[in-house]
């Protein structure tokens, strides 16, 4: 059985290697990508504001 894009417990799918050099989209845009009610649940529990879109290099990832 196929596991489901995110399913490998990092909570997202790989990003095509094309994207890694285009413009970042609006973030308003990836906002609206979030369930509402996990939009919610973020804000209740961490009081977490999305302010800003960033691009960070595999190198500042972890394996």
Not at 7 to 27: S, T, W, Y
Not at 48 to 56: G, H, L, W
């Amino acid at each position: 059985m196929a596991e489901p894009a995110g399913a490998n417990g990092r909570g997202a799918a790989p990003v095509p290697a094309e994207d890694e050099q285009g413009d970042l989209p609006p973030l308003d845009d990836l906002v609206q990508r979030i369930p509402a009610a996990t939009r919610e649940l973020i804000d209740e529990l961490f009081r977490a504001k999305f302010i800003t879109v960033k691009r960070v290099p595999k190198s500042a990832l972890k394996n």
